[in-house]
C-alpha cells in the first residue's frame, strides 16, 4: 500500500539495498603490492601497479546471497500491511538484523586490514558502505511509521 509512510521508507531501503547487487565496492584495503577489494561479491585482491587494475578472486563470500535475502525480507514486512501486528514485529526483525549486519561489516572494515596482508594496509571506504548504512535510518522511520499506524488502530478499536 503505497500511500502509508512506511512503505515509501522500506521502498527506499530496498533500494539502497539493490544498489550494492550492481558490483559497487563496500571497502578497499591499499597496501604497498596489493590491494584487496570487498563489494557484494567477495573479496578480490588486484596489484597496485596493474593499470587495467584486473582483480582475481580471493574468497567468494556470499554477501550477495545475504543482500538479497534481506531485500525479500523487507519486500515480505512492506507487503504484510493487512496484519499490523505481524508487519510490527517484522519491522523489528529486519530493525534488529541491519543493526547486526552493519556492525558486523564495520568489525570487518577494521579488523580485515591485518587478517588479509602481512604489510601496512590503509582502509578506503566504498560508496557502497555509505549505500548500505543510508538503508538503516530508512528502516527506522518505517517501523516508527507502523508503530504509528498500530497506535492509532488500537485507539479507534478502544471506541467501538
Known sequence: MIQRIQSIYYILAMICLSLLLSGM?????????????F????LESGNVNDPQGNLQ???KIPFFLTLISF???????LMGFKN?????KLART?????LLLIVSLVIFA????????TDETKRELGLGFFFFVLGF??????????KRDKKLLDSLNRLR
Not at 531485500?71 to 514486512?77: E, R, V
Not at 535510518?137 to 507502523?146: M, N, V
Open 25 to 37: 565496492e563496500i571497502f578497499r584495503f591499499v597496501g604497498s603490492k596489493t590491494y584487496f577489494v
Open 39 to 42: 563489494s557484494a561479491f567477495g
Open 57 to 59: 578472486p580471493l574468497s
Open 71 to 77: 531485500i525479500l525480507f523487507i519486500f515480505i514486512a
Open 84 to 88: 499490523l501486528t505481524r508487519q510490527f
Open 94 to 98: 529486519i530493525f534488529f538484523i541491519y
Open 110 to 117: 577494521i579488523m580485515g586490514g591485518g587478517m588479509l596482508s
Open 137 to 146: 535510518p530508512f528502516c527506522f522511520l518505517a517501523q516508527l511509521g507502523i
